[in-house]
């Protein structure tokens, strides 16, 4: 039996994987035990999002109707439903809809009534509540599928701590990754120094490890020292696997979609304003203009040391004209040089530039020389992988860490279809 739950917070308060895990246990209590939660990550460029577009499904035995009826409960009770733009959906099935509207989900953009007519040809039990938008990621939750599984333990604050300081020793949070890496990623940022796994939203998240396997996460989750938390869940989820990028296959890019494409630099990057580094890739007939945010700090010197010439795949969301650079595969690297005024083909000295659109002349002899010396210069960016620094990574972003992504050799798993 699968019950899936969307859309229970708002930007003050709650968590929709705070709501599975009470879920969990009062399920367990009215003796219809969970066999494995999920937290499931859909397209990270949906507007209604309150933060990491998050859905949960439940996996359990025992009646669909007891089970349904406690999950409508536990949503009316925590659910912020007064809150404006929250719209929750509870769903209960017997077992998996269809994968594809998963993959749509995560791909892509999805209507209500799509959801509600997957849920009506499953035989599944469902409500909505102010308007019932969570009925989508409710219903991808449940369809969700998961073909390279990874893990994230997360552990709760006490109700009473819910939107004050959080105490985590980030001491020990270095600790947890050092003894867990690549296993674990994000814990904390390594280039940056930084505590990446504990939010500063109100939410009752107190820090959250992902990984591999839940033995990596127990590992890490013993090092970690804080103040005490009220409950902890491990979830199965689709995050650090790519799910959402699919291959652009030419046309017109659209809006909101992720994508991984290859190219070749056609004008060098330039830092705008702000910090943001992009460039322009010709692929094909047509240019993309892709972008480094500020955020993505060091990533940014990477794209700095791109040039016009090389080949380049690239991955990310396509948001108001331009891929919002996640990582990027850099492959043929093209010869770089400068100018530098010739030596005298008559005498050998050193010439100097006879001004603009002059040439080149001698001093020494008065030889002439249209033509400068190309001077090679060494590049400092060697092929391969590149990404932005965990504090800037999606959920849903491979990290490197796991190896390559999968429709580039890395990994054991298929890649997702292609919506497209
Ligand atoms: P929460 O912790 O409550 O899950 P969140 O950041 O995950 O917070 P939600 O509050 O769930 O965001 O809001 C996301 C909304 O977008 C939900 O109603 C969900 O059903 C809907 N949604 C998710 N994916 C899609 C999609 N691909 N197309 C259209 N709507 C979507």
Redesign the pocket.
Known sequence: MLLGI????SPAG????YLAAVLRRRLERARLPVRAVRLIR??PN?Q????????VALDFEGGLISGFSLACSTVEDLAELGAE???P?VVAVDGPPPPAFYW???Q????IEEAVDVLDEAGALYRGYCGG??????T?AVASDLTDPTYEVLAYREPARFGTPREVDSDSLFRADAATFPHTWDTVDRAGRSVVCVPHTPDPVLFGIRGERPGWLMLAREEVESEPPSIEEVFLTNQGTDAHLVPWTGGPLRDGISYYLEGTLAASPTTARGGHVSFLLATGDSFVSCMAFEPTKGFRDTVRALTIGDRVLVCGSFKRGTINLEKMRVGLISAMSVTKPPHCARCGARMTSAGREKGYKCRTCGGRSREPEMVPVARSLTPGWYEVPSSARRHLARPLCRGPPTWDGGGTKMSPPATQ
Do not use: H, P, Q
């Open positions: 969307d859309d229970t917070d709650m968590c929709t994987t859909l397209n949906v209604y999002k309150t933060r990491g577009n998050a859905a733009g929250t719209s959906g749509k989900a995560v892509d953009f999805c209507e938008r969570g009925l989508i990621g409710a991808a």
